[in-house]
Nanobody, 121 residues
Framework: QVQLIESGGGLVQAGGSLRLSCAAS????????MGWYRQAPGKQRELVTT???????VYTDSVKGRFTISRDNARSTVYLQMNSLRPEDTAVYYC???????????????WGQGTQVTVSS
């Protein structure tokens, strides 16, 4: 069993910053890509950013230059530094990890429980 535990959400004024963390634990052989998604009220869940095991990053256009994803492979943890936050960034943020469970076992995607980020204008 693999668990992703998120932390760091909260309420912040527009222009402020928050840092999200997501730690993976359990029967992990290795972790491939990790990422962050978000879901605003009444909208579908969308990709925010991903990072490969080698550190290659991808960002959705709306967060480029404001958000930074990073990971600590030794701690099986991914981070999301969010700067210059806007009201439209308000959403529940979900951590995702593509996890190798071992030889001859298909990798699986796991999700965190979600953490609320609210940006006031």
């Amino acid at each position: 069993q693999v668990q992703l535990i998120e932390s760091g959400g909260g309420l912040v004024q527009a222009g402020g910053s928050l840092r999200l963390s997501c730690a993976a634990s359990g029967s992990i052989f290795s972790i491939n890509a990790m990422g962050w998604y978000r879901q605003a009220p009444g909208k579908q869940r969308e990709l925010v950013t991903t990072i490969s095991s080698g550190g290659v990053t991808v960002y959705t256009d709306s967060v480029k230059g404001r958000f930074t994803i990073s990971r600590d492979n030794a701690r099986s943890t991914v981070y999301l530094q969010m700067n210059s936050l806007r009201p439209e960034d308000t959403a529940v943020y979900y951590c995702n990890a593509h996890v190798d469970l071992g030889p001859r076992i298909s990798p699986r995607n796991y999700w965190g429980q979600g953490t609320q980020v609210t940006v006031s204008s």
